[in-house]
């Protein structure tokens, strides 16, 4: 037919594509461009510059990391011999793994099924110990301890039974732990930082207060302050103008980066 004749062209060029845009993305990570977009690693460029969802972005970032050292896999996806989802899978238990055996596990698993590519790796895997599920209204947290770990929480359940049952007690740990990053004291109304002086120099330019780190961070709203980059997870106190060069812990010569921009300027 002529239709499937159609779909099928079509389908190659798809797979062709596919391997020009992990020979791209490739390039991208070898050169780690995406940090001077603003993004603070390959994932996160797939899903917040390129649109993909963090499955499919999970996909390419870990073709692209096993191509690195097995470059031909880009020719086997093209030529239809390897696919994403299999060499996701392969990436998850070979990635630590040396070259020589990495490319003869991928060998072996040429022109298999997904479910034949799974049945390859069935080794226990570590247990997620926090399974969430979101709805419109609510989070369903699913919590997994070891028994060392439940015998803990369940002697911290006995000394707070008299004010909290376990709901309680989780939030109000929750809330004494972001208190220690918002709640900021200043000891006057008007600081010497308020009128732009900074901070009193320490002996160590790099030993910044609890107070100060944390109004920093407030201030950032809990981000990263490099340009386009909106990450809060790893945040790290950075000096604007280094310490090696003769900066100072002054409130003004502070802000938040997350660590791959934090190395990123170096």
Known sequence: ???????????????????????????????????????????????RGLGYSEAT????????????DI????????????????????????????????????????????????AMFLEPTPTLKIKKTEYAD??????????????????LKALKSHKYNVESLLMDLIEKELGSYENVQRKSSKSTESKGIGAPKL???????????NEVLMAAKYKCQYPGCESDHFLQLDHIFPVRLGGDQR???????????????G
Request: net charge positive.
């Open 203 to 213: 002996k160590n330019p790099r030993q910044i207060s609890k107070r100060l780190r």
């Open 57 to 68: 972005a999970y996909q390419r970032q870990a073709c692209v990391r096993l191509a690195k």
């Open 138 to 155: 609510k989070v369903h947290l699913r919590l997994e301890l070891s028994h060392e770990q439940n015998e803990k929480l369940e002697r």
């Open 71 to 118: 470059p031909e896999i880009k020719q086997k996806i093209d030529q239809g011999s390897l696919t994403l989802s299999a060499v996701t899978t392969a990436f998850k238990h070979l990635r630590k793994k040396p070259v020589a055996e990495k490319r003869k596990v991928l060998k072996s698993m040429e022109n298999k099924s997904s479910r034949e590519v799974k």
């Open 251 to 265: 409130r003004s010569n502070l802000q938040v980066l997350c660590s791959s921009h934090n190395r990123h300027k």
């Open 1 to 47: 037919m002529k239709i499937h004749n159609e779909l099928l062209e079509l389908r190659q060029k798809e797979k062709r594509i596919t391997s020009e845009i992990l020979g791209k993305l490739q390039e991208i990570e070898d050169t780690r461009r995406y940090l001077d977009m603003g993004y603070n690693s390959l994932f996160d460029y797939l899903v």
